[in-house]
Every structure is written in C-alpha cells, then in structure tokens.
C-alpha cells in the first residue's frame, strides 16, 4: 500500500516568508509526527497527534511553528516568519496508535525547506 | 549534553567485514530501543528494535542493548555494499505512540 506521503518535497522560500508543508499518513493510522533533520543531524522530534489534537508538542522550537491536523488524517506544518536557521528536512511519520503494541513510526520521504 | 550520543563516522569497511556501531545514552527512562536505516534522500526506515535490556538478531542484524551501561549496539555480519547508508540508532520512553529521541548518525560505507 501507500507509504506517507509529503509535499512539497522541495520548498525555496525567503527570509521573512510564511511556509505550509503537507503530510498525507497512511490510511488508517491514528498517530502522525513531525519532525525536523538538519544537514549531518538525526532527525528532531517537534510534535505529534493522536487523531485531531496535540498530544505532544514540546519539541516545537518557537511560536512560529504551528501544526494542525482538522479531520485526523492530513496534517500541516505551517511556519511563520522564516528564518535562515529554520532550513532543514522536515520529516513526518505515522502509526497505527494505541497502547497496546509496540508502535512503529513510518516516515515518508521528507520535505527540504531552504530559507535564503 | 545530548540525550542520545553517536559517532558520526564516517565508517568505511570492505565487503564482508563485521561492522560494530554504538550509542549512548543518558535517560533511564528509555524501554524501546531501535536502529534506523536512512538512506541520501530518503526517510529513515526501521530496521529492528528491542524492548529494555538484551539481543535481538534479525539475518545479518544483532541488536544489543545494556541499560545498566546505558549503551546499545548494532552488529552488521557479511557486509554488502548494498548496507552502505546512514544508521540512526533511536530510544522511546513507551511502546505506544510517542516521541523517538535519535542520536546523530553514522555513516557507514562499505567498499566492493
């Protein structure tokens, strides 16, 4: 079946600029993460959901980084006022959710974001 | 101090060689630890993982973890060229969804 899915998988944006990035999980997964990996880094955690809500969102680093997730499928990461430091992958995985199981993540292939 | 420590590499061996790669880490609440395999480009993929302390071995994969060491290990037996990619290792505080704390990264090249 579909793995996840991210769009853009390229972004060039400038400083200053407002950024939406877009991942579709795979179908029935209730658990959805984001994470950002900057160059020669392990990927960061930001936040993830459990179905609508945030479940946890400590790695966000600032205000300007927002994420939702309306229906508990879809979510998008929407970061304001870019700044150079803010380049990086921006990953996004899934999981089945629950508490009963191991929960692997499954991670789609990315979205490079450059902030010039 | 991070949370998760790793040597970067890179790694390079020849086809066939036994590669050994090593993290640790400092948060006793880690249960689930697990190793990752990224290729240029691509997501991390899992590649095994292991609740608390002990070996799990999977074909030419062995993880080991020793928590009262706080270290674990990834053992690559018969390497392939094919093996050749970053190998990420990760922890979790649960085995429900949550976050996965990873170290840095090695590289690892494996010459034909």
């Known amino acids: 079946g579909a793995g996840v899915s991210q769009t853009p998988s390229n972004k060039v944006t400038e400083k200053g600029k407002y950024v939406e990035l877009r991942c579709d999980p795979i179908?029935?997964?209730?658990?959805l993460y984001w994470y950002r990996q900057s160059l020669g880094q392990g990927p960061e955690f930001l936040i993830y959901?459990?179905?609508?809500?945030?479940?946890?969102d400590s790695g966000l680093p600032n205000d300007r980084f927002f994420a939702v997730r309306p229906e508990g499928s879809v979510s998008t990461l929407k970061i304001q006022r870019t700044e150079r430091g803010d380049s990086a992958v921006y990953l996004c995985?899934?999981?089945?959710?629950?508490?009963?199981?191991?929960?692997?993540?499954?991670f789609g292939p990315g979205t490079r974001l450059t902030v010039l | 101090q991070k949370e998760v420590e790793q040597d970067p590499g890179p790694l390079s061996v020849p086809e066939g060689a036994i590669v050994s790669l090593n993290c640790t880490y400092s948060?006793?609440?880690?249960?689930?630890f697990m190793w990752y395999r990224q290729y240029s480009r691509k997501g991390p993929e899992l590649l095994m993982y292991?609740?608390?302390?002990g070996n799990k071995e999977d074909g030419r994969f062995t993880a080991q973890v020793d928590k009262s060491s706080k270290y674990i290990s990834l053992f690559i037996r018969d390497s392939q060229p094919s093996d050749s990619a970053t190998y990420l290792c990760?922890?979790?505080?649960?085995?429900?969804?949550?976050?996965?704390?990873f170290g840095s990264g090695t590289r690892l090249s494996i010459r034909p």
């Open positions: 948060n006793s609440a880690f249960q689930y």
């Open positions: 179908s029935g997964h209730t658990a």
């Open positions: 292991t609740y608390s302390s």
């Open positions: 990760a922890m979790s505080a649960h085995s429900s969804a949550s976050k996965i704390i």
């Open positions: 959901f459990q179905g609508t809500g945030a479940a946890d």
């Open positions: 995985a899934s999981s089945r959710g629950g508490l009963s199981s191991y929960n692997e993540q499954f």
